[in-house]
């Protein structure tokens, strides 16, 4: 399966979709920012260049700090596929990031969300 358009998406330009569906379910920028940093590693300085950079996806996730070493707790479904189960490594940390967003908006509480 050719992932390459979405690798190419601008993270900055999808980070607002974000925003808007956690804002919706009465959740908060604050927290998608937790989430983020909680997954990638990044502080609020070094995840402000990337979006001020307008890097994509596949950039973000390359120039990544650290992927959180608990990544491995985050399973279930998105977008008709289970995440522990996509074999390529940078569609994983895209599906990883919606599915916690994904939970943020339906309700569960950051403890859960950030596998504590």
């Known amino acids: 399966m050719d992932h390459s358009r979405v690798y190419k998406m601008i993270f900055a330009g999808v980070y607002p979709h974000y925003i808007a569906k956690a804002e919706k379910k009465g959740r908060t920028k604050a927290e998608v920012d937790q989430i983020i940093f909680w997954l990638t590693g990044y502080d609020e300085k070094s995840f402000q260049k990337q979006l001020d950079n307008k890097v994509d996806f596949e950039t973000f996730f390359a120039e990544a700090p650290q992927l959180n070493p608990n990544v491995s707790l985050i399973k279930g479904v ?4 289970r995440v522990e189960e996509i074999e390529d ?7 990883y990031l919606d599915k916690l967003i994904d939970e ?6 950051m403890e859960k969300i950030l596998r504590s």
């Open 78 to 81: 998105i977008c008709g596929y």
């Open 89 to 95: 490594p940078l569609m994983q940390k895209v599906r």
């Open 104 to 109: 943020l908006a339906k309700g569960k509480t």
